[in-house]
């Protein structure tokens, strides 16, 4: 069974930085899209960044310039290395991936940003 299982989240001081992982277990296979999403306090929930399977990265114009996705595919591991993290970068991330045949979220981390 796949799990998406994200962590590195927290609160941090405006101008920080956080990096968060997302790990998949199980046998993931056929990716064709991977990708961090955010649900801010109140809204819905947002895209962030995402890649293809052959590694092209567009990130939402909000965060362009401080986010940088990766990802490990030894180790079925995506990051999302967020700086001068501000407070409307609040929210719960999640990671998602699409496959050819299924798509899953992980379960969401907390991101919290004090001004």
């Known amino acids: 069974?796949?799990?998406?299982?994200?962590?590195?989240?927290?609160?941090?001081?405006?101008?920080?930085?956080?990096?968060?992982?997302?790990?998949?277990?199980?046998?993931?296979?056929?990716?064709?899209?991977?990708?961090?999403?955010?649900?801010?306090?109140?809204?819905?929930?947002?895209?962030?960044?995402?890649?293809?399977?052959?590694?092209?990265?567009?990130?939402?114009?909000?965060?362009?310039?401080r986010f940088t996705m990766s990802r490990d595919d030894a180790n079925n591991n995506v990051y999302l290395q967020m700086n001068s993290l501000q407070p409307e970068d609040t929210g719960v991330y999640y990671c998602y991936v699409l496959t050819t045949w299924n798509n899953y979220w992980g379960q969401g981390t907390q991101v919290t940003v004090s001004s």
Do not use: H
Not at 15 to 32: A, E, F, M, P, Q
Not at 49 to 58: F, L
């Open 1 to 65: 069974q796949v799990q998406l299982v994200e962590s590195g989240g927290g609160l941090v001081q405006a101008g920080g930085s956080l990096k968060l992982t997302c790990v998949g277990s199980g046998t993931i296979i056929s990716i064709n899209f991977m990708g961090w999403y955010r649900q801010p306090p109140g809204k819905q929930r947002e895209l962030v960044a995402t890649m293809t399977s052959g590694g092209t990265i567009n990130y939402a114009d909000s965060v362009k310039g």
